[in-house]
């Protein structure tokens, strides 16, 4: 009875150790002083176990202080100090290390990493552990030389490349770069930035480069020499060579750049197209046919003027005649009523009886008349003079 008690509480003490999540934090970690660094902690995720808040503390004094809180409505920083300086990681489950950015002298102490977990049957479980965070002032290493290209340190003329130089220590670090000289002359300074760049590549930038590095700490460093060599392209020595060639006759000149049509200029101006597919007119059609379209749209814009100034005239003409015809019906009918009134007829005396008579001739007196009547007509409705004519020859014979 006492063995299966003892095996009952052994395999409990079992599940309470192994079956709970474990985190997992070092006993402490340095950072580089300006720099930043990563404090780990993680766990084991576990079916059934749910992460339901992770805390990060810092001891100040005699208490911890939380600097950190993950819970489901989010991350919040809880000091002021740390923000844009903190982060904790979330897209690994079972990864919840933190992150501290430009570290301090001050951000040295002791990191509590505390996670709550919800089990499966409701309840909660806590675990915490704590590291230790020193911070130094590094020294900067010795710098390295590296490049992205895949030619290494030899390059063909005309290529764009950079040298990397690269070095740990307490940041802000500043880098210069030189050249080697001949003769034992002391080099001279071709850039001050930890790349330096090449673009493009030519022959003359053959040498031997060192970058030196220098931090807040510590004395300057240097690197090693490298040889930088870059190659005459014969490609691109032939393309130079030919260009010249190329610049006398514009003309005779075609395209080495391969595309669905190839345009070129003749002698006389005109701009044609050339293809090595089918379809080889059709620019010159599709020219042929604009120009086929504007000749008919000027062609047919004056017609149309044309007839509208023809008819505009047949209309004026029509009227004038219109009015001349009826002006010349008006000038006998007053030429009538003057007659009427002013010479003697055959008519009855009775019809004259109102009338005021004049002593002087009859035939100048219509005469004037006429003449006065067919003179505005004729300004008015400009009409020919051959109708006055007509009116005076007319008014002697009545007389």
Request: glycine share 8%; aromatic share 8%; with cysteine.
């Amino acid at each position: 009875m006492g063995i299966l008690l003892g095996l009952l509480l052994l395999g409990h003490l079992t599940v309470d150790t192994y079956g709970r999540p474990i985190l997992e934090v070092p006993e402490s970690i340095t950072g580089p002083w300006k720099g930043d660094v990563n404090i780990p902690c993680t766990y084991g995720p576990l079916q059934g176990y749910t992460q339901v808040l992770v805390k990060w503390l810092v001891q100040r004094g005699s208490d911890p202080v939380t600097i950190f809180l993950r819970d489901s409505s989010g991350d919040h920083i809880q000091q002021a100090k740390y923000q844009g300086r903190l982060h904790v990681s979330q897209k690994v489950p079972g990864d919840v290390s933190l992150q501290l950015s430009t570290l301090e002298m001050d951000d040295q102490s002791y990191y509590t990493c505390e996670v709550t977990w919800q089990t499966p049957d409701g309840n909660q479980v806590v675990r915490d552990e704590i590291t230790e965070l020193r911070v130094q002032k590094v020294s900067v290493s010795k710098p390295t030389v590296t490049t992205v290209s895949g030619y290494g340190f030899t390059v063909p003329q005309g290529m764009r490349i950079s040298l990397q130089c690269q070095a740990q220590g307490s940041p802000p670090i500043s880098y210069i770069w030189y050249k080697e000289q001949t003769n034992n002359q002391k080099p001279i300074k071709v850039a001050t930035l930890s790349t330096l760049l090449f673009k493009p590549a030519v022959v003359a930038d053959s040498g031997s480069y060192f970058c030196t590095a220098k931090g807040r700490v510590g004395s300057e460093q240097h690197s090693d020499i490298v040889k930088f060599v870059v190659k005459d392209s014969p490609k691109l020595l032939k393309t130079k060579t030919e260009a010249p060639t190329t610049m006398r006759h514009p003309l005779k000149a075609t395209s080495t750049v391969k595309q669905s049509w190839d345009w070129t200029t003749d002698v006389d101006g005109y701009l044609g197209a050339t293809s090595a597919g089918p379809g080889k007119s059709l620019p010159i059609f599709a020219i042929i046919l604009i120009i086929s379209l504007c000749c008919m749209v000027v062609f047919t814009m004056a017609y149309i003027m044309l007839c509208r100034k023809t008819s505009q005239q047949e209309h004026v003409y029509e009227a004038a005649r219109v009015h001349a015809r009826e002006a010349n019906d008006s000038g006998d009918t007053m030429r009538v009523a003057i007659f009427a009134s002013g010479c003697p007829s055959d008519e009855p005396a009775s019809q004259n009886l109102g009338n005021n008579y004049s002593d002087e001739p009859c035939i100048g007196q219509e005469y004037q008349i006429i003449a006065q009547i067919n003179g505005d007509y004729a300004r008015l409705l400009d009409t020919v003079p051959l109708d006055y004519e007509f009116l005076a020859t007319e008014g002697k014979t009545a007389c």
